[in-house]
């Protein structure tokens, strides 16, 4: 039985034109990246171990030469969000220590061997690499950002990789690949979109029966079932709609039709986890920038500072 992960046609018209955007959205230099990251001639032992905090990626004859290319493919290729990495001994330090996180989710995890597993705004993939260390069949990772995309095709050639498939869509088009999944993650996806509702329901009718999803977003610390709507920016940023608060969002996945809905985890975000780093330097801006100087538990525009919570639910 293949693992792969079939499209259907009107799927696949998307992911056609999606493919070329690289060519044809004024991203000269990105796609000069990625036939960089083709052309590159690698050791035919590669590997990489995603058992530890840091993804590592191995060859064992891999010459200097090798090594120093693929640094300046990577250094192209700034800001590195999601890490960290190991290139062949050099350290990619992320802006977010996703390695925290994922040490938080991973214990709400099922059993992952043979599972197809979605990762629903997958950055450059840095869970994926860790779902399929877990024994997953196949782990598809969907984000609708091209550089992001080529991040990943760096981190899938250097590795050799098997298993992991990467897509320029969004979440809404899972309702298109109906129970296909038996665990999805959505990490940081949920607050980016107007109906959140909707996005609940969308990934529910996504899942096999029995199936699982683990869901983090940005919460507000309150006891009520409410939820914030910033009027303009929240931390900056335009893109975010509702802000759940813990009781608010486990009762949007009750009303959704989840069950066992369980908080895994919550707790604030701090600049341990979130942070600048030399592969994500200045002037780009981190969680720092984004709070109140003179109150830490403030956003800059006045709002409850991000915290963020867990949550596993099944069907």
Known sequence: MSHDITFPTELLEILNERNEWVNHKGMKELAELRGRIESLELPTMRSYDASTGVVKIMAPDIESKQVEEIIDIAQELLPWRKGPFDFFGVEIDA??????????????????????????????????????????????????????????????????????????????????????????????????????IEQLQTLKAALRPEGALIIETIVIPSLESVALFPEDRYAKMRNVWFVPSVSCLENMLKRCGYKNVELIDFGKTTPAEQRLTKWCPPPRQSLADFLDPNDENLTIEGHPAPHRAIFKATI
């Open 95 to 196: 802006e977010w220590r996703s390695d925290l996180k994922w040490d938080r989710l991973a214990k709400a995890l099922p059993p992952l061997k043979k599972a197809r597993v979605l990762d629903v705004g997958c950055n450059n993939g840095y869970f994926m690499f860790k779902l399929a260390q877990l024994g997953a069949a196949h782990v598809l990772g969907i984000d609708p950002v091209p550089f992001n995309q080529v991040q990943f095709e760096l981190l899938k050639k250097i590795s050799a990789a098997q298993n992991l498939q990467f897509e320029l869509l969004g979440f809404e088009h899972l309702a298109q690949l109906p129970s296909r999944f038996d665990v999805i993650l959505s990490m940081g996806v949920l607050y980016h979109h107007r109906h959140p």
